[in-house]
């Protein structure tokens, strides 16, 4: 079984600074785990996964995450925000890559401030 | 490729009627998922398709839900007799899987119910 604790359901920074979304997972099988993005209204498009080999992992707009087994962490960082970073943000975990059945964190709404 | 699609984007029904909602997936995707988003939550997994087969559903499905995917294309999503809880975003997501390999899932913008 798998899942995942989002800590912090709002996260503020200013624009410039460094975001830091943490996920911290659970799960009795090798996880593959992603961060997803939602604008309001709208679907989840994927940041990026991990999968297996190379522990940190790069996405889109300039996000990255580093696998930590041994803190079975999964935090999503950027180092300058932007204001169109602005939206909801969620890790996911799966412990089965073929079945893709994702089990969500709660979310963390991130907002920037100019 | 137009990504994942899904119809109706909103629905707005009164409790007790039947909604049905459409997903038209990737073409070449043969796994098809059904996720249900409440407010200020996180997607739960429903149930998925591996082409024309159901082969998971989740026990948040309860029996006034039904999901079909005749011949292994769209899906299909029915809520009978609506309560005021069924109000929420349903996702669709497709993937290509083939045994334990494959792609990640995609999602569409999904539709939003609510029930009044």
């Known amino acids: 079984a798998q899942s995942v604790t989002q800590l912090g359901s709002h996260v503020s920074v200013s624009e410039g600074a460094l975001v830091l979304l943490r996920c911290n997972y659970s799960?009795?099988?090798?996880?593959?785990l992603f961060w997803y993005v939602q604008y309001p209204n709208q679907g989840l498009q994927l940041l990026l996964k991990y999968t297996t080999g190379a522990t940190l992992v790069k996405g889109i707009n300039g996000f990255e995450a580093e696998f930590k087994k041994s803190e079975t962490s999964f935090h999503l960082t950027k180092p300058s925000a932007h204001m169109s970073d602005a939206a909801e943000y969620f890790c996911?975990?799966?412990?089965?890559?073929?079945?893709?059945?994702?089990?969500f964190g709660q979310g963390t709404r991130l907002t920037i401030n100019p | 490729d137009t990504g994942v699609s899904q119809d109706p984007r909103h629905k707005i029904t009164k409790r007790g009627q039947n909604v049905t909602f459409r997903c038209d997936p990737i073409s070449e995707h043969n796994r098809l998922y059904w996720y249900r988003q409440t407010l200020g939550q996180g997607p739960e997994f429903l149930t998925y398709f591996q082409n024309e087969a159901q082969l998971e559903k989740s026990r948040l499905l309860s029996d006034r839900f039904s999901a079909e995917r005749p011949k292994g294309s769209f899906s299909t999503l029915e809520i009978q007799r609506t309560e005021q809880g069924d109000s929420a975003m349903y996702l669709c997501?497709?993937?290509?899987?083939?045994?334990?390999?494959?792609?990640?899932?995609?999602f569409g913008q999904g539709t939003r119910l609510t029930v009044v």
């Open positions: 996911a975990v799966t412990g089965e890559w073929g079945a893709q059945k994702l089990v």
């Open positions: 997501a497709s993937s290509l899987g083939r045994g334990g390999e494959g792609t990640e899932a995609f």
């Open positions: 799960s009795s099988v090798p996880p593959y």
